[in-house]
């Protein structure tokens, strides 16, 4: 059983930068395919980044201003999110699973998951 906490959400101007942190306790970490979805209300869940086997994967929408990485020492994830614009505001989720690759961006192949964080970007 692995227990996922994130943190680091809050409120920033458009084009400012966030930077969300996923904490992992119980189960073997470092075996875990990590990833990040955001949801807004009335929405799916959507996929946002994952790392697998140390390589990222990055949703269209945020390619080139996110930027994610793990500590499997500290059994942490990070999502340093740059250039943040009004429609990235959502609650963000941390996701751990063995999804295979064709269903990393989606929400039911994963096992864990934490209870979110509100990431808010005001124009």
């Known amino acids: 059983q692995v227990q996922l906490v994130e943190s680091g959400g809050g409120l920033v101007q458009a084009e400012g930068s966030l930077s969300l942190s996923c904490a992992a306790s119980?189960?073997?970490?470092?075996?875990?395919?990590l990833s990040w979805f955001r949801q807004v209300p009335g929405k799916e869940r959507e996929f946002v980044s994952s790392?697998?086997?140390?390589?990222?994967y990055y949703a269209d929408s945020v390619k080139g201003r996110f930027i994610i990485s793990r500590d499997n020492a500290k059994n942490t994830m990070s999502l340093q999110m740059n250039r943040l614009k009004p429609e990235d505001t959502a609650v963000y989720y941390c996701?751990?699973?063995?999804?295979?690759?064709?269903?990393?961006?989606?929400?039911?192949?994963?096992?864990?998951w934490g209870q979110g964080t509100q990431v808010t970007v005001s124009s």
């Open positions: 996701a751990a699973g063995r999804p295979i690759l064709s269903s990393l961006r989606t929400e039911n192949a994963y096992y864990y």
């Open positions: 119980g189960g073997s970490f470092s075996s875990y395919t």
């Open positions: 790392i697998k086997s140390g390589r990222p």
